[in-house]
């Protein structure tokens, strides 16, 4: 055995651990404010839990508006439902960093428990409890990139978003079933007298990490709830701004349609599974009966920017060709790449007399960032499925 050459005793087994001990416990030693107690980060925890659980379901409805399975049609109204579900989503998100930030501060430093695991079952509940931490950032940070137009990742936002939803509520709801006996104690019945300035404290401390998060939605709301639109400061998207007082979220010219659109060759066709094709020039189309219809463009990232459209039924151009009752309409556009080059229309959708070919809007022929010289605009529906610059209906 190699002996310390000054002490001539054997060196103490374990250094690492140890030392990693000392270090625990001189760390733990400095976490001494009353505001990282259990029953803070227990009344937070309720506030996350709502919020995720409304940012589970309204991200699930996102989803499934997106990806209808087949069994399932999505009804067209209320027009605004998915504008307001996607505005709860994003604006809600929002608001939930706050109250993360703040429960993180709270039971920070848990992090250094020392032994690290008490037992194999106190291993397993904290890696849930890591996976909850981890899950919960990494959704709430790189959605708020998303909707900044940041996208620093190589892989699909929309795709990583969804998967991680379901690890992350999973987590929350087995998370929530071990820690519900401390929520009770602490929030339902009153065990322990808390000191005067203590409950001060906590007061002050959950009073301030909800305004900030009133705050958050206060500041964001605007880009989709109009009348609160001027105190947008926070949001990334102003919903009056851009070309005809609409924002616009992908330009003819990163289409790649420009050449095309302007083309007097352009037609109208609808083809498919349909009794009679059909094919209209501009003008043809502009003879057909034109509806006006006020709606908005509700995009997944939460902005919505309503406004007038004129144009024909999708229904009346089902019809004339002679299409089955229950038939997809797929709306194709111009762009030749690019995920939101097409979009179905199923039943209820195009059945609706506010489903409209839009060649104008507020008043004017679309700008070519809109979608000139036609594009889709249908009612509760998320704003990547309102093709733009639309050259052909495929039946099927
Ligand atoms: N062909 C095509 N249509 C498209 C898109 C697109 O990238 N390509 N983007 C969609 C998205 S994500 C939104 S939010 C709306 C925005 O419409 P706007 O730019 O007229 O506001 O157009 C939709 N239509
Ligand atoms: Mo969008």
Request: proline residues 8%.
């Amino acid at each position: 055995m190699v002996r310390d050459p000054v002490m001539n005793v054997p060196p103490p087994k374990n250094r690492p651990v140890e030392a990693a001990t000392r270090l625990a416990r001189s760390l733990s030693g400095r976490f001494t404010s009353s505001l990282r107690s259990e029953r803070v980060a227990a009344q937070l925890g309720v506030w996350l839990g709502i919020s995720f659980t409304v940012a589970f379901v309204t991200g699930l409805i996102s989803h499934f508006m997106q990806h209808p399975p087949t069994w399932a049609l999505w009804p067209s109204r209320p027009v605004n439902l998915y504008r307001v579900t996607q505005g709860v989503h994003v604006i809600g998100g929002l608001a939930t960093i706050p109250l993360l930030l703040a429960k993180l501060w709270t039971v920070y430093p848990k992090l250094w428990q020392w032994p690290p695991f008490r037992s194999l079952s106190h291993a397993v509940e904290r890696g849930l409890v890591l996976l909850l931490v981890g899950g919960a950032l990494f959704q709430l940070f790189t959605g708020l990139l998303n909707i900044s137009y940041t996208y620093l990742w190589p892989f699909s936002f929309p795709v990583a978003h969804y998967w991680t939803s379901y690890l992350l509520y999973g987590a929350l709801l087995i998370h929530v079933v071990n820690e519900w006996a401390k929520v009770r104690r602490n929030l339902w019945t009153r065990e322990r007298v808390e000191a005067p300035e203590v409950t001060r404290s906590r007061r002050r401390f959950l009073g301030t990490v909800a305004a900030a998060s009133g705050l958050t939605v206060l500041l964001t709301a605007g880009e989709t709830f109009a009348p609160l639109s001027k105190l947008a400061v926070l949001a990334p998207r102003a919903p009056d701004v851009g070309p005809q007082g609409v924002p616009v979220n992908k330009t003819a010219f990163a289409a790649g349609v420009r050449e095309m659109i302007g083309s007097p060759g352009f037609r109208l066709t609808v083809t498919g599974a349909v009794r009679t094709e059909l094919s209209f020039t501009l003008s043809e189309l502009a003879a057909m009966p034109q509806h006006t219809v006020r709606l908005p463009i509700s995009c997944v990232e939460g902005w919505s920017a309503e406004a007038e459209w004129v144009g024909v039924r999708l229904h009346d151009l089902a019809e004339r060709a002679g299409t089955a009752a229950d038939a997809v309409l797929t709306v194709t556009s111009l762009e030749r790449t690019g995920a939101y080059n097409s979009s179905e229309v199923r039943a209820p959708h195009w059945n609706d007399p506010l489903t409209l070919l839009a060649l104008r809007i507020n008043g004017d022929p679309l700008h070519p960032d809109h979608g000139y010289p036609l594009r889709l605009i249908a009612p509760n529906r998320p704003g990547v499925l309102q093709t733009k610059w639309v050259n052909r209906v495929v039946v099927s």
